[in-house]
T-cell receptor
Framework: DSGVTQTPKHLITATGQRVTLRCSPRSGDLSVYWYQQSLDQGLQFLIQ???????AKGNILERFSAQQFPDLHSELNLSSLELGDSALYFC????????????FGPGTRLTVT | AQKVTQAQTEISVVEKEDVTLDCVYE???????LFWYKQPPSGELVFLIR??????QNEISGRYSWNFQKSTSSFNFTITASQVVDSAVYFCALNPSGGFKTIFGAGTRLFVKA
């Protein structure tokens, strides 16, 4: 158990809908990262927050957004969902920003029908 | 360009065999960090090791060992006397200096048969 929690574990929704994925980092970790893992794209970095502020953006679509709250938990919002958004979404945390090792949560499996 | 290549998509071995997972990286930075992560069938990625570019010492942790060679831009991972529980997808990753994102390779799926 990495100490990173993610909810929900599974999410099934329809195209065009909006969902929110939640992540709580390990105690003491200030950085949160979001990744998308799909069969065809592999593990793709989406976005990173450090102590409430956005630090880095990766291949995140404009339909997706995230934030990190004062208690350091983070939410990833996915809107106008498409079939291709079906994937495993991981949250990870680290003590500070890069290049420290990241501890991953169990992931949220999103299925868009 | 920053890139991590894991050329082996899948490897299948029989228990107790040794197996080496290859990782080749590309970066122009002189300072960078390399990682290996394991993703077992349960799905959660597990951190295995971090190495910075100035530390070329090989590392051994139990049955796991890592060989870092800057001259060939490789950071290979060897499992000695593999076990069924080693079956997983293994990811090599690169964090270039000054960058805020970690670049993951495509992963190598390892099957260890009893």
């Amino acid at each position: 158990d990495s100490g990173v929690t993610q909810t929900p574990k599974h999410l099934i929704t329809a195209t065009g809908q909006r969902v929110t994925l939640r992540c709580s980092p390990r105690s003491g970790d200030l950085s949160v990262y979001w990744y998308q893992q799909s069969l065809d794209q592999g593990l793709q970095f989406l976005i990173q927050y450090y102590n409430g502020e956005e630090r880095a953006k990766g291949n995140i679509l404009e339909r997706f957004s995230a934030q990190q709250f004062p208690d350091l938990h983070s939410e990833l919002n996915l809107s106008s969902l498409e079939l291709g958004d079906s994937a495993l979404y991981f949250c990870a945390s680290s003590v500070e920003g890069e290049p420290y090792e990241q501890y991953f949560g169990p992931g949220t499996r999103l299925t868009v029908t | 360009a920053q890139k991590v290549t894991q050329a082996q998509t899948e490897i299948s071995v029989v228990e107790k065999e040794d197996v080496t997972l290859d990782c080749v990286y590309e970066t122009r930075d002189t300072t960078y960090y390399l990682f290996w992560y394991k993703q077992p069938p349960s799905g959660e990625l597990v951190f295995l090791i971090r190495r910075n570019s100035f530390d070329e010492q090989n590392e051994i942790s139990g049955r796991y060992s890592w060989n870092f060679q800057k001259s060939t831009s490789s950071f290979n991972f060897t499992i000695t006397a593999s076990q069924v529980v080693d079956s997983a997808v293994y990811f090599c990753a690169l964090n270039p200096s000054g960058g805020f994102k970690t670049i993951f390779g495509a992963g190598t799926r390892l099957f260890v048969k009893a």
